[in-house]
């Protein structure tokens, strides 16, 4: 079963624009100083249904929220649910909506990987482990300096 740690229905922090963000439960890189440590367990939060995946969507469908944010603990260390959640966002919206996706694995590790489809769908992939002696206050949109940021929405297949 996987979870879904926290909802928050119009951050203007997790990427461009107001959005709403969705944290994923459950990481395994435990990176020292992370920021949501509080999520590290995969039974944190509420379990995922049919009913939760409804009420994001419905917080998606204002004019004024320009897309999602997928945030965690590790969105691909619950990729089916990540999945789910993309796909359902782009059954009801289509690239009306951006998404975006924090990961702690590397953009060349996920494109050779089982969730190489995810990257398919997003718009932006923030990608990297946090790493606390390169955290600086003032970075856009990441933690620490070799986190990199991926605009994916040039290279992107039509939705199917």
């Known amino acids: 079963m996987s979870n879904i740690a926290k909802i928050m229905p119009a951050s203007m922090v997790d990427g461009e624009g107001v959005r709403v963000s969705v944290y994923i439960s459950?990481?395994?890189?435990?990176?020292?100083?992370?920021?949501?440590?509080?999520?590290?367990?995969?039974?944190?939060?509420?379990?995922?249904?049919?009913?939760?995946?409804?009420?994001?969507?419905?917080?998606?469908?204002?004019?004024?929220?320009?897309?999602?944010?997928i945030l965690g603990?590790?969105?691909l260390q619950n990729a089916e649910l990540t999945h789910e959640l993309i796909r359902s966002v782009r059954e009801h919206f289509g690239h009306s909506k951006d998404i975006w996706?924090?990961?702690?694995?590397?953009?060349?590790?996920?494109?050779?990987?089982?969730?190489?489809?995810?990257?398919?769908d997003i718009d932006v992939l923030i990608?990297?482990?946090?790493?606390?002696?390169l955290y600086r206050h003032n970075l856009k949109f990441?933690?620490?300096?070799?986190?990199?940021?991926?605009?994916?929405?040039?290279?992107?297949?039509?939705?199917k």
């Not at 990987?113 to 990257?119: M, P, Q, T």
């Not at 990608?127 to 002696?133: A, T």
Request: aromatic share 14%.
């Open 142 to 159: 990441r933690g620490s300096l070799n986190q990199r940021i991926h605009d994916l929405s040039k290279k992107r297949t039509p939705f």
């Open 26 to 69: 459950g990481c395994n890189f435990h990176c020292p100083g992370c920021y949501n440590a509080s999520i590290w367990d995969f039974h944190k939060g509420t379990p995922w249904s049919e009913a939760l995946k409804l009420e994001i969507i419905a917080l998606l469908d204002h004019d004024y929220i320009q897309g999602l944010s």
């Open 127 to 133: 990608d990297g482990p946090f790493v606390k002696s």
């Open 101 to 120: 996706l924090w990961s702690g694995y590397m953009i060349e590790w996920i494109s050779r990987s089982s969730f190489a489809f995810i990257l398919d």
């Open 73 to 75: 603990g590790e969105p």
